[in-house]
């Protein structure tokens, strides 16, 4: 695990996050959500990592978008998928000035992904731990992945490996083959309360 973020900044982050959606649909931040971002060490907001960022309003999810591998700097991942998931999710009409109100944010942060060398389904299995690990499924062209807080919805490992195929639209079954690549990872997630998720 990489070092891990104190939740006061981790808080910012989301702050960040928020007023990046605001400012996109021309709403005024007041002065006081406006993150000091000054209080974060620079090395942090530089560290490439993988983001995301999700979006839910009365508890529904309602925009999840990020980026898996460390490819960008933690503020420009996070301003970046903010946008991204309060206007480009396709599953979701873009979120309207009215509703950000509403709208309740998360941040996680990705570790880097670990690549499984599992010989069958069972194996596979045993090396996936319920709401610690991401997973992240790939065959072909193929990909897709479930956060940890996903367990929460998928408590049950084959349920979840399944509905991952499905998400990565593969068979269902898909899981139990060897020529499947899976992946996993681990996040720390914030949400405004400053309180971490510990996923």
């Not at 695990?1 to 605001?22: D, N, S």
């Not at 479930?146 to 049950?156: A, K, T």
Request: negative net charge; contains cysteine.
């Amino acid at each position: 695990m990489k070092e891990q973020w104190k939740p006061e900044y981790g808080k910012k982050l989301v702050q960040e996050a928020r007023a990046e959606i605001a400012r996109k649909l021309n709403l005024s931040v007041p002065q006081h959500l406006e993150p000091d971002l000054s209080e974060i060490p620079a090395g942090l907001l530089e560290e490439k990592r993988g983001v995301f960022v999700t979006l839910q309003k009365t508890g529904r999810l309602r925009g999840c978008i990020g980026n898996i591998e460390p490819a960008k700097p933690v503020l420009e991942g996070v301003r970046e998928n903010a946008l991204h998931a309060a206007l480009d999710d396709t599953r979701f009409a873009p979120v309207t000035p009215e509703e950000l109100a509403d709208i309740d944010i998360e941040v996680s942060l990705l570790t880097v992904p670990e690549k499984l060398d599992h010989s069958d389904a069972r194996d596979l299995l045993r090396q996936v731990i319920p709401f610690r690990h991401g997973v992240i499924v790939e065959k072909g062209s193929h990909r897709a992945t479930f956060l940890p807080q996903v367990w929460e919805q998928l408590p049950d490992p084959t349920s979840f490996l399944t509905q991952l195929c499905l998400k990565a639209r593969l068979d269902p079954d898909a899981w139990h083959t060897r020529d499947l690549s899976v992946f996993i990872y681990e996040v720390q997630s914030f949400t405004e309360t400053g309180k971490p998720n510990g996923h």
